[in-house]
């Protein structure tokens, strides 16, 4: 069977059907061409590395459309990866053995076969036993075998890295990654002419860095490092510390105290990093120890860490914490609860709800901040109630026409901003405090206006909301003193002194009032005081006839 001929077959091997040599043969005639002068001696073998028939490959070229690699005439073939990418696990092999030449290094790359092909994953190992591992995943792996991968991989070397491809992490592989490095370590490549090279970056959920060849890349006693990233393991909590540190030790035994703080301290984290961590996950930052809990256990610990937070109207953190399938446990349920927000009636509506609150927490604890959206409220029964618009109630006007009263709504009104500062609610005030220090752009003018509108909410705001804004503005009063670039601020006048300055205005402008008037009614006074004139007084003299 022909069949490969028709899926275009752009990679091979040269030399033997065992090699390891892949080529990427050009798709243009021209290119073709020159690279049939360049090597009259190749042979291009569909290769068993590659996952092939292990029979020899006849390069096509044409004119009319893209040159490529086919069969020999009644060759059955089975090979499902043929396009460009198709060889980059064996692309990457002749990258790390250049890279480690260069620097002096014993190294030792492998593929592996995990049940979809031999281009799956490449293990590269560095040292005289090969006690540093750096593993650069291919294939799509599911968490919980990427997770007892890593634990048996991790019990075996001196440090573990872990770099993935385009789509081949999930979800949850991504979260445990970020909160227990801060970063996670990406491969991609990019083609140059009949080869690809490899190209490497480390990202967060908020930004990563440039991408860098291998050669820009070092092999520290810490592991593989990528320019412009730091390491930020956490002490004692990667896989590899806790098999060295040896099976049977026993948990350190802390207080609730430090249980709370220690919890609390992982959900601000993964707030910061907008990320909604299983409670095993949790545990991996905060503390083996909580692992093991009990649900009551749990719930008390997670009442106990919302008792710890910032007041009423703080995101509640517990809503963070989420399921292998992504839904909020039920004894979340017993938290929102315990802290007063009534209990959500079905599944359906404590999901809604927790998603809410992790939007707000990934408001609050993000870097930047931003202000949160309110919270959904509860209703007696479980449901989700009506939310408060933020918009002042439309005012009516009743017009009196012949037959009855007729009610027309006033035009909604337009959106009014002060000094450059959007009218806010007065609960949404304290946070746009905290994001005005940290905008770009004029942030001091828009502080100052902020500030402004914070003394007026002042006098609406209830306890302890009124105590956390002065706070707030305390703040941002140290930070705007602090900056040569504030607006001077004019002196504070006493509310007594500034009725007194409004009347004596008002009192001088109505005596210049009085005094205009006085003005414009006296006539121009009459020198004859209405007596007739003498005869001859006002009369024009004569005029003189010409001789």
């Known amino acids: 069977m022909n069949g490969s001929d028709s899926r275009l077959v752009q990679t091979a091997v040269i030399g033997s059907r065992n090699s390891g040599r892949a080529i990427i043969l050009p798709t243009d005639a021209d290119e073709l061409t020159r690279w049939r002068r360049s090597h009259p001696a190749y042979t291009y073998w569909c290769g068993t590395q590659l996952g092939g028939c292990g029979n020899e490959l006849s390069d096509r070229l044409y004119r009319d459309k893209v040159c490529h690699f086919a069969h020999r005439p009644h060759t059955s073939c089975h090979r499902t990866a043929t396009g460009a990418a198709s060889a980059d696990h064996l692309f990457i092999k002749d990258d790390l053995a250049r890279w480690t030449g260069r620097n002096r290094l014993k190294g030792r790359a492998t593929a592996r076969d995990l049940g979809s092909g031999p281009g799956d994953a490449v293990d ?23 997770q007892r991968a890593r ?12 770099v993935f491809g385009p789509g081949t992490a999930q979800p949850e592989t991504m979260e445990e990654l970020y909160d227990e490095y ?49 390491p930020r393991r956490r002490s004692g909590t990667a896989p590899a510390a806790e098999a ?66 910032g007041g009423e109207g703080s995101p509640l953190l517990s809503a963070l914490i989420r399921t292998g399938e992504s839904d909020p446990p039920a004894y979340v349920g017993d938290v929102v609860a315990a802290v007063g927000c009534e209990v959500p009636a079905t599944a359906a509506v404590l999901k809604r709800w927790c998603q809410r609150e992790a939007d707000r927490a990934f408001a609050v604890y993000g ?37 009855g009263l007729v009610r027309q709504p006033a035009a909604r009104p337009k959106p009014e901003r002060l000094a450059g500062a ?49 706070a707030e503005m305390a703040t941002t009063r140290r930070w705007l003193d602090s900056r040569p670039d504030t607006p001077a601020r004019k002196p504070r006048r006493s509310r007594r002194s500034k009725e007194t300055g409004d009347a004596k205005r008002i009192a001088a402008a109505k005596k210049s009032e009085r005094a205009k008037k006085t003005q414009r009614g006296k006539k121009a006074k009459n020198p004859l005081q209405g007596a007739r004139p003498l005869p001859g007084v006002g009369d024009a003299p004569p005029k003189k006839r010409a001789k």
Do not use: N
Not at 211 to 217: A, E, R, S
Not at 258 to 274: C, I, N, P, T, W
Not at 378 to 396: F, I, K, M, N, V
């Open 124 to 146: 590269f190992r560095v040292g005289a036993a090969g006690q540093q591992h750096v593993r650069f995943q291919f294939s799509r792996l599911a968490h919980a075998e990427w």
């Open 151 to 162: 634990r048996r991989l991790s019990s075996e070397s001196a440090t573990l890295d872990w």
């Open 182 to 230: 801060g970063y996670l370590l990406r491969f991609r490549f990019e083609t140059h002419g009949a080869v690809r090279r490899i190209r490497l970056r480390a990202e967060d959920p908020r930004r990563s860095t440039d991408w860098v060849p291998l050669d820009d890349c070092a092999m520290t006693p810490a592991g593989l490092r990528i320019p412009g990233v730091e």
């Open 244 to 309: 060295r540190a040896g099976r049977g030790a026993a948990p350190v035994q802390r207080s609730r105290e430090e249980q709370v703080l220690a919890l609390k301290d992982a959900l601000v984290s993964a707030a910061r990093f907008r990320t909604r961590p299983t409670w095993e996950a949790l545990t991996r930052t905060a503390g083996s120890d909580l692992l093991g809990l009990s649900v009551p256990d749990r719930v008390g610990l997670l009442v106990a860490v919302e008792r710890t937070g």
């Open 367 to 403: 870097v930047p901040s931003r202000t949160a959206p309110p919270r959904l409220p509860l209703t007696a029964d479980g449901q989700l109630g009506a939310q408060h618009s933020a918009e002042p109630a439309q005012r009516q006007t009743i017009v009196h026409v012949q037959g």
């Open 422 to 470: 959007p009218l806010l609610r007065d609960t949404e005030i304290r946070h746009a405090l905290r994001s005005a220090r940290q905008r770009r752009g004029p942030r001091p003018r828009y502080a100052a206006a902020l500030m402004t509108r914070a003394e007026e909410a002042l006098t609406r705001l209830p306890e302890p909301q009124r105590t956390e804004l002065v």
